[in-house]
């Protein structure tokens, strides 16, 4: 049985392992050798890189080992990557010198494998929509809420990009609430990102208070827990003004399914009523009984994901 060799790029570790597909819809990937070592973005692009072919290096000679068979590399990056060329065509001050880096092109040094990469939020998409909470949706909508917010819009089991390849980017829709808040795009015309990230919750807590009390949308959790009400009404206010924002989305694209995922999620059900909430007043009617879903997949969503865009672009050449 042959697997894609998955990598998943983000701004504090690198992750991979060996995904084998299910032969039919109904079965679960499975992923052997995982394995992760850390970004270290400080050191720049051209380091992350280097250490990224030597990690890739040393997986596929533990595959020659343990005779797996691999079918070809699928990789999920931080940044927007161009799937044709390979390279990264844009990317936050997270990755400082990720932007511009070719990784085709460094990954054909050490293997003539077919080499596929998609953005890490269209990959968790991805593998949520064929593995995961939203498995039978054809019109899918992944949305991530953790440190930033992302999304993705998968159509018949393959992202929807747009023009730019920016396409689902939910975290710059608009909202009142975020009006004079400083997003991550540069933006402070009121998008939803900084009131509504996991540092957003944070930020509109701290706001309210005229204090710096918290760092993280968990703070902002735990103290809602412990009865603090302008915890609650925080966790609230944010999640109905993202429930919106996606139910914007929804009218536009018209999904039959809608999966939520990242650490925000974990916030309890004040923000999931809330999040509901804002989407089902904001949803055209035939839209708003759609019920937003937790993703499923977890950390593995992008691995996987990686591994299906790789798939269905090595069976479709
Ligand atoms: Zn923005």
Redesign the pocket.
Known sequence: MSGILAFDIGGTKIASGVVQLPSDDSGRPKITLQDEIPTRPSEGGDKVRERLICFAASQLESARLDGLEIEGIGIAAAGVPDSATGEIISATDILPGWRGQQLYAAFAEITDLPVYMVGDVIAHGIGEAHYGAGRGSRKLLSIGVGTGIGGAIIIDGDPYLGAHGVAGHA??MTSPLGQGFL???G?AEG?I?PVASGQGLANLYNRRTGRQLVSSGAQVAQLAQEGDKLATSTLSDSAEALGACIGGMANLIDPDGIVISGSVTKAGPVWWNALQKGFSHSALPLLSRILLVDGNLGGQAPLIGAAVAAHRHIAHQ
Request: with cysteine; proline share 0%.
């Open positions: 975290g710059h997003c991550s795009c933006s998008h990102e």
